[in-house]
């Protein structure tokens, strides 16, 4: 009977045992098919080294599957404090590359510096805000911190704040 009884008892532990490991892992198992995979958690920031970037250049990154446009101002071009991301004495335009009328990727055209929408004709002057056309607003400023002469995007540090503010 003792013997009998002991048995029972040793197979409702090990079953208990076995319940018990059992849901651990399954927690485990479901936290990690919550937690973003780590290819998802690089892809919200994308850092860029403006330092070599000379005045007037333009260039396109890609942040979140988005294009970005980056224009150093030149001396010819308008300054603005009310968009303009500015790194120690330079003015840049950050800006999503994405019009707001559609959605339509715009050129920018660098003898007139200015950014056309082939869509339906809207325009863009070098700070991005539409100066012709149906884009009913300017062109987005992405999140943004900067790191001593590099952007990350997707970071939203002071100087977004700021220029959030303003705009
Ligand atoms: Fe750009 Fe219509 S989508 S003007």
Known sequence: ????????????????????????????AMKASWDPLPSVMAAGFTTVDL????????????WRGKPIFILKKDAKMKKNEARDVIIGNENYTVVIGLCTHLGCIPAYLEDTAIFRCACHGGE???SGIQTFGPPPKPLV???????????????????YKKLIGKV
Request: no cysteine.
């Open 1 to 28: 009977m003792a013997v009998e009884k002991s048995r029972r008892d040793f197979i409702g532990m090990a079953f208990g045992a076995v319940s018990a490991v059992g849901g651990v892992m399954a927690l485990g």
């Open 141 to 159: 400023i992405p999140p943004f911190k900067i790191d001593g002469t590099k952007l990350v995007l997707g970071e939203s540090g002071p100087e």
């Open 51 to 62: 330092s070599s970037m000379k005045d007037g250049e333009f260039r396109t990154e890609v």
């Open 124 to 126: 863009f002057d070098a």
